[in-house]
């Protein structure tokens, strides 16, 4: 297993690798030798560790339709989170995409996908505005689309229920709504982040951020060791 992480100002990311017993992690002091790991077929996955954050958007001028999905934990249950990078998910053929990708990644860990698509109001606030007709209509649409292929479920508002129900991908209405979530759920009330996967590139990788704590950037090696793991099965 070859796993690459970018090292920037922040020396956590030392102190995380210096926490695994195997050898083969590398690291890469610039976004150019990161996103060559990205490519190279020797290296099983990638970690943005403490790098800036255009990190994201030099690897979206490569591969444009990629997004991110944070995996998160609460009280022992692991679930994605989707999107959450604020330019993300504009349309509901954006949105199938991520509800395969996601399901496939969660396949990956050796879990059935449990799929909640969250809406902008309750079932009886259609009427209140076009928005929300609109977002309420598209996660109908879709979840007649996907209910023969997953186990799907459309929570309207209440992601409360998604969460109580242990839904394992949690789909926001876009990624301005998703990022605000996942600050609430990580920046507020400290549920565990292992970082944002971005899908849609050749070698996995996780996003984090350059202010991650030393636990934080073990979190994202834990995540992508396992996920490899499960890949080579």
Same mark, same amino acid.
């Not at 950037?217 to 890949?231: G, M, T």
């Given at each position: 297993?070859?796993?690459?992480?970018?090292?920037?100002? =922040?020396?956590?990311?030392?102190? +995380?690798?210096?926490?695994?017993?195997?050898?083969?992690?590398?690291?890469? @002091? /610039?976004?150019?030798?990161?996103?060559?790991?990205?490519? #190279?077929?020797?290296?099983?996955?990638?970690?943005?560790?403490?790098?800036?954050?255009?990190? *994201?958007?030099?690897?979206? %001028?490569?591969?444009?339709? *990629?997004? !991110?999905? $944070?995996?998160?934990?609460?009280?022992?249950?692991?679930?994605?989170?989707?999107?959450?990078?604020?330019?993300? %998910? #504009?349309?509901k053929?954006?949105?199938?995409?991520?509800?395969?990708?996601?399901?496939?990644?969660?396949?990956?860990m050796?879990?059935?996908?449990?799929i909640?698509?969250?809406?902008?109001?309750?079932? &009886?606030? @259609?009427?209140?505005?076009?928005?929300?007709? &609109?977002?309420?209509?598209? %996660?109908?649409?879709?979840?007649?689309?996907?209910?023969?292929?997953?186990?799907?479920?459309?929570?309207?508002?209440?992601?409360?229920?998604?969460?109580k #129900?242990?839904?394992?991908?949690?789909?926001?209405p876009?990624?301005?709504?998703g990022?605000?979530?996942? !600050?609430?759920?990580?920046?507020? $009330?400290?549920?565990?982040?292992?970082? +944002?996967?971005?899908?849609r &590139?050749?070698?996995?990788?996780?996003?984090?951020?350059?202010?991650? /704590? /030393? &636990?934080?950037?073990? =979190?994202?090696?834990?995540?992508?060791?396992?996920?490899?793991?499960? @890949? =080579?099965?």
């Amino acid at each position: 297993m070859k796993i690459a992480i970018g090292l920037g100002e =922040n020396k956590n990311v030392v102190e +995380a690798i210096e926490r695994f017993p195997f050898d083969d992690i590398v690291i890469a @002091k /610039t976004n150019k030798e990161l996103l060559d790991y990205i490519e #190279d077929p020797t290296v099983d996955g990638v970690i943005r560790g403490s790098l800036e954050s255009n990190i *994201i958007k030099d690897l979206r %001028c490569k591969y444009p339709h *990629i997004f !991110r999905a $944070s995996v998160l934990q609460k009280d022992g249950h692991v679930f994605l989170l989707t999107p959450v990078g604020i330019d993300e %998910c #504009d349309t509901k053929k954006a949105k199938r995409v991520i509800i395969e990708e996601s399901a496939k990644v969660i396949e990956m860990m050796g879990i059935e996908p449990k799929i909640a698509l969250i809406s902008g109001g309750r079932r &009886q606030d @259609k009427g209140r505005s076009s928005k929300i007709d &609109q977002s309420i209509d598209e %996660c109908e649409e879709l979840t007649h689309e996907f209910e023969d292929k997953y186990d799907i479920k459309h929570y309207y508002i209440l992601i409360e229920e998604a969460i109580k #129900d242990q839904a394992n991908i949690i789909i926001a209405p876009d990624g301005i709504i998703g990022n605000i979530i996942f !600050r609430s759920l990580v920046l507020v $009330s400290g549920i565990t982040s292992y970082g +944002a996967l971005t899908l849609r &590139q050749p070698n996995l990788f996780i996003d984090t951020s350059r202010s991650q /704590t /030393t &636990q934080g950037y073990v =979190n994202a090696i834990e995540l992508i060791s396992h996920l490899i793991d499960s @890949k =080579n099965k």
